[in-house]
């Protein structure tokens, strides 16, 4: 899929999506629905990305898999815990550290990108 038809479906799903955010009385299934979307879409990322580029080959490369990764298990316990409403021991823990692990990931992505705008190379070297 080529840019343009990338940027038209996201533009007509955000035309379906706002109104339904807005319009939907029950705001726990819409937020249940997009949590499940967060997840499934970030999953699939990280199975098309381990299989299909060489993810390892660079730091950023590295820090965006785990970032979806976080994001992939966010998203489905979180949905999973919505659907089931189920208790386990530690469940007030877990969110939390899967919210740590997206934002260390997220800081060490702008650590990352900062470090390289200032026109360092892979290797570290200026």
């Keep these: 899929m080529n840019p343009m038809w990338i940027r038209r479906l996201l533009i007509g799903i955000a035309l379906v999506a706002v109104p339904v955010v807005l319009l939907v ?23 098309m990305y381990a299989w299909r580029s060489n993810w390892r080959a660079t730091s950023a490369g590295r820090i965006i898999m785990r970032l979806m990764l976080c994001l992939a298990a966010l998203g489905g316990h979180g949905t999973i815990n919505a659907i089931t409403d189920a208790g386990y021991p ?37």
């Design 25 to 47: 009385p029950d705001h726990r299934l819409v937020g249940i629905v997009i949590l499940a979307a967060i997840g499934v879409e970030s999953a699939v990322f990280v199975a």
């Design 90 to 126: 530690g469940r007030d823990y877990i969110r939390p550290l899967l919210l740590l692990g997206v934002a260390l990931a997220v800081l060490h992505l702008l650590l990352r990108l900062s470090w390289a705008q200032r026109a360092h190379g892979e290797d570290g070297r200026p």
